[in-house]
C-alpha cells in the first residue's frame, strides 16, 4: 500500500480519536445497523493507538460514544454503529467576514496558544473552524477536491531543476487574495499555468481542506493553492527571469510556529532515529501526530520535503537544491532572548543544509527591524553559519521606548513614524487615510495589508495583501541573486526593490535611530552590541576561551553558551552589501513605471560568467537560458563579495585568490571562470543533487587563508539535543512579522 493511500486509510479513525480526546460527548445507546457488513477494529484499534489510547475495537466503550457524532467512526464500525438520517439543518448564511475573535477564543481555550486569527488556521476540514473562518476557508475542500493537477518537470540531465526552499510563519504561508488581484488586472504574469512557458513549479499542499493528500509537484502560479498566496509565487518567478533556469519552489509554512520548539530539530516530537533512517518519506510517516501540529513543524517538513524528491526521482527529474528563503520570527518574540533565538536559528539552518547534503546551501532570512531580540539573534546567526543574508525593508518605525507591541492586530499608529518615500513611489494602501500622509503624497495606491484601520475601534489586520508579497517575495529574489550567484539584477529591478532602497540596518553611535522628516534612520538596535561571556559559558561549565569559528557552527555546546566568543571569532558577513544606483546612469527612472512594477524594459544584466539574461517583469514567457563559455571575469564582484568577508582583493587576478585555493569555492569559481579555469580546471559543483555522489559545496569563508579569518568552515555535524536556558521575556517596541498558516490539519480535533 502508497504512503498516501496508507495515510488516507488511518486519518478519519485519527481525527476521530482526537475528538474523543478533546470533546467527549453523549449518545443514545447503538443500534445495530441493517447494512452491517463487518467491524474494521484492527483499523480502529491502530487509529486510536497513534493517539495513545488503548481501545479493543469498535464496541469499546470510547469508540462507541462516537457513533452518534462522527462519519469515520460509522464507516469504520458499521455493526457497533447506527445507522444515522441525516440531520436537518439551516442553511448557514452566506460568508461575508472571518470572525478571528472567535477563533482566537477558541484556539487558545482548547490548546492554551495564541493566535493572530484564520490566517493560522491549521486546517478547514474541521467544521467549527470553517464555520469561524468562512472567508478564510472560502473554496477549500472537505475531502473531495484534490487541487490543481500533478505537473512534474521533465528528465532534462543537461538542465537540473534549481530548487528553493521556503519555510517559516504566517507570511510564508501567505494569505493574499488571489482573486482580488486577478479582479484588479495586477501582476498578470504570476498567472501562467503553462509550465512549458514559465518553466517555473511549486512543490506543496495544494488545498487546505484535505492537507494529508494533496501535496503534490505542479505548476508555478497565483492560483496553486487556492485563493491564497505567499511570496514563493514572485519569488520563483523572478529568479527563473533572472537565472534562465529551470525553478521549483518548495514550500512549508505555518502559522504561529517558533523555533525554540517547533522548528527545533531536537525537541522531542521533531526526533527521529538517525541510524535507521532510510531517508524516505515513508519512515517519518508513522512518527506524524495529530494531523500535523504546530509542535511537530520541522518533522512534517522533512516528510514533505521527501516527498517532493521521491517525485522528482521516480520520473528521472535531476534537480539540486540552491536556497532556503525563511520568514519567521513573531511566535519567538517575547519568548526568546537574542543568544537562544540565534542558536535556535544555527540549528536548524544547519540540520536542513544536512537534510538536502548541501552545506552551503544560501539563506535568506527576513529582518525583524522592530523587534530588537529576534533582529540580533538572526544576526548572530548568520555570521556564525556563513552564506546567510538577513535583510529587510525600513520604510517604517516606532520609537524604541515604546512600550506598544506592532502586531497583525495593533498597528500601534500613535507612535507609529512613517518614511513617506517608498509609499510615494509604491503607492499608499487603500486602508490609509488622507491625515496620516504628508503634503504633496503621491495619489497611488496599493494593496499592502489585509486590512488596515486607522479607527481604534476597529481590528486591523496587518498581514501582506497581494501587492506587499509579490514585491517582498521579488525582493527576496533579488537578495540571494545579489548576494550569493554570480547573476546580475539589472538596476532597473533594483529600482523595485523595497530591500535595496529601503534597507534594515544597525543603529550606530554616528547613525542613531531617527524619525526625522529629512532624513529618517530605521534602524535596529542590536542587543549583542559589546557583550562578554562569562568565563565558562552561560552554562557555568563551557570553557568560552577555545570556541574558533568552524566550532562555533558545529558545536552546540560553543554557539548556545559562548554567543559573545563566538561573535569575536565569526569571519561573515550578516547583512547585504548596498546597491549603488549611481551606477549605471541608463537605468530606467522610477517615474516610469507604474505603481508596483519593474520599469517595462529594465536595463540588460552587466555581463557576467553566466551571461545572465535580459528579464522582462511585464512578461510571463520565460528569458532563454545564459549560453555561451564563460570568456572573462567579474572583478567587480569578486571584491563585493570579499568585503563582505573583510578581505580587500583588486579582482579575480589578485594573488590572495590562489593563495587562499578560493577557486575551489563555487560562488568564486562562477565570479572568476577564465581565471579559475586556469588554476583550477573542475571547481567544486557546490550544490546537493540526488542522482549522485554527494559534490564538494561552498561554505563558509572562501578568503579565509587570505586575512579573512584563520578557519575554514565544515558542514555541521550531527548534534545531541541543546540544552534549554531559561527565557527573557521583554516588551519593547517591536514587530510581529505576522503569522501565517500551512495547510496540514495541525489542530482539526482540538477545534471540535
Not at 479513525?13 to 443514545?28: D, E, I, K, R
Not at 497565483?222 to 529551470?246: F, V
Not at 476597529?458 to 501582506?464: E, K, T, Y
Amino acid at each position: 500500500m502508497s504512503t498516501h493511500a496508507r495515510r488516507l486509510a488511518l486519518v478519519g479513525a485519527t481525527l476521530a480519536a482526537a475528538m474523543l480526546v478533546l470533546c467527549p460527548t453523549t449518545a443514545a445507546a447503538p443500534t445495530q445497523s441493517p447494512l452491517c457488513t463487518g467491524d474494521d477494529n484492527d483499523g480502529v484499534v491502530a487509529a486510536f493507538g497513534k493517539q495513545g489510547r488503548t481501545v479493543t475495537g469498535c464496541g469499546d466503550a470510547q469508540v462507541k460514544q462516537l457513533c452518534a457524532t462522527n462519519a469515520a467512526v460509522q464507516s469504520a464500525c458499521p455493526c457497533t454503529c447506527p445507522a444515522t438520517a441525516p440531520a436537518t439543518t439551516t442553511p448557514p448564511a452566506a460568508c461575508t467576514k472571518d470572525d478571528d475573535a472567535g477563533f482566537v477564543a477558541l484556539y487558545q481555550k482548547q490548546t492554551g496558544e495564541a493566535l493572530s486569527g484564520c490566517i493560522d488556521a491549521p486546517s478547514c476540514a474541521n467544521s467549527k473552524i470553517r464555520a469561524l473562518c468562512c472567508k478564510t476557508c472560502a473554496g477549500a475542500s472537505d475531502g473531495n477536491n484534490n487541487g490543481p493537477p500533478q505537473d512534474l518537470p521533465a528528465p532534462d540531465d543537461s538542465d537540473p531543476v534549481h530548487i528553493y526552499l521556503n519555510a517559516g510563519q504566517s507570511n510564508c504561508k501567505g494569505s493574499a487574495d488571489v482573486d482580488m488581484m486577478a479582479a484588479d488586472g495586477k501582476h498578470p504574469e504570476l498567472f501562467e499555468a503553462d509550465t512549458s512557458k514559465s518553466n517555473a513549479w511549486f512543490a506543496g499542499i495544494t488545498n487546505r481542506g484535505k492537507a494529508d493528500s494533496s501535496f503534490k509537484i505542479t505548476a508555478l502560479r497565483a492560483g496553486a493553492e487556492g485563493d491564497k498566496m505567499g511570496p514563493e509565487i514572485a519569488i520563483g518567478h523572478r529568479l527563473q527571469e533572472l537565472t534562465g533556469k529551470r525553478v521549483l519552489m518548495f514550500k512549508y509554512c505555518l502559522g504561529g510556529t517558533n523555533v525554540d520548539k517547533d522548528w527545533n530539530p531536537d525537541y522531542r516530537f521533531n526526533v527521529w532515529d538517525k541510524t535507521k533512517d532510510d531517508n524516505s518519506a515513508a519512515f517519518l510517516e508513522p512518527l506524524l501526530k495529530n494531523d500535523n501540529p504546530k509542535w511537530q513543524q520541522y518533522l512534517q517538513f522533512n516528510y514533505h520535503l521527501r516527498l517532493m524528491r521521491e517525485q522528482l526521482d521516480a520520473t528521472g527529474v535531476k534537480y539540486e537544491f540552491k536556497g532556503l528563503f525563511w520568514r519567521q520570527g513573531s511566535a519567538d518574540k517575547t519568548k526568546l532572548d537574542w543568544k537562544t533565538y540565534g542558536a535556535r536559528t544555527i540549528r536548524l539552518f544547519s540540520a536542513i543544509r544536512a537534510e538536502v547534503n548541501t552545506p552551503g546551501m544560501p539563506v535568506i532570512d527576513e529582518a525583524n527591524q522592530l523587534t530588537p531580540n529576534i533582529q540580533s539573534g538572526k544576526a548572530y546567526a548568520a555570521k556564525v553559519l556563513c552564506d546567510v543574508t538577513v535583510a529587510g525593508v525600513a520604510s517604517a518605525g516606532q520609537d524604541p521606548s515604546s512600550t506598544c507591541i506592532v502586531g497583525p492586530s495593533n498597528s500601534c499608529l500613535e507612535d507609529l513614524h512613517i518614511d513617506p518615500a517608498m509609499f510615494n513611489q509604491f503607492g499608499w494602501d487603500t486602508g490609509m487615510p488622507d491625515s496620516m500622509k504628508p503634503a504633496g503624497f503621491s495619489s497611488k495606491t496599493s494593496k499592502w495589508f489585509k486590512r488596515f484601520e486607522a479607527d481604534p475601534a476597529v481590528s486591523p489586520d496587518l498581514h501582506d495583501q497581494y501587492d506587499a508579497i509579490v514585491w517582498t517575495g521579488r525582493a527576496m529574489a533579488h537578495a540571494l541573486v545579489r548576494e550569493h550567484t554570480a547573476y546580475t539584477v539589472p538596476l532597473g529591478f533594483s529600482e523595485w526593490d523595497l530591500w535595496a532602497k529601503w534597507p534594515v540596518g544597525r543603529c550606530t553611535k554616528d547613525a542613531p535611530w531617527s524619525a526625522a522628516e529629512s532624513s529618517p534612520n530605521y534602524c535596529w538596535e542590536d542587543e549583542s552590541a559589546g557583550c562578554a561571556d562569562p568565563a565558562l559559558g552561560t552554562d557555568g561549565a563551557t570553557d568560552c576561551s577555545g570556541v574558533t569559528a568552524d566550532s562555533c557552527r558545529s558545536t552546540p555546546a560553543h554557539y548556545e553558551n559562548c554567543p559573545c566568543s563566538c561573535l569575536a571569532k565569526a569571519t561573515c558577513s550578516d547583512e547585504p552589501a548596498p546597491v549603488d544606483f549611481t551606477a549605471d546612469p541608463t537605468a530606467a527612472s522610477t517615474t516610469a513605471a507604474t505603481a508596483g512594477s519593474a520599469p517595462a524594459t529594465p536595463v540588460a544584466p552587466s555581463p557576467s560568467p553566466s551571461t545572465a539574461p535580459s528579464p522582462s517583469p511585464s512578461s510571463s514567457a520565460p528569458t532563454s537560458p545564459p549560453s555561451g563559455p564563460c570568456t572573462s571575469d567579474n572583478d567587480s564582484k569578486l571584491v563585493k563579495m570579499a568585503k563582505r568577508y573583510n578581505v580587500t582583493v583588486t579582482g579575480c587576478a589578485d594573488p590572495k585568490v590562489a593563495k587562499a585555493s578560493a577557486c575551489a569555492d563555487s560562488r568564486v569559481g562562477a565570479i572568476c571562470c577564465a581565471t579559475c579555469a586556469t588554476s583550477n580546471p573542475t571547481p567544486a559543483n557546490g550544490t546537493g543533487t540526488a542522482a549522485s555522489a554527494p559534490p564538494k559545496a561552498s561554505s563558509g569563508n572562501p578568503f579565509a587563508s587570505a586575512g579573512g579569518g584563520a578557519e575554514t568552515s565544515t558542514p555541521p555535524a550531527a548534534t545531541t539535543q541543546p540544552s534549554d536556558p531559561s527565557c527573557a521575556s521583554r516588551r519593547r517596541g517591536r514587530r510581529t512579522i505576522v503569522v501565517a498558516a500551512a495547510a496540514l490539519a495541525t489542530a482539526a480535533a482540538a477545534m471540535c
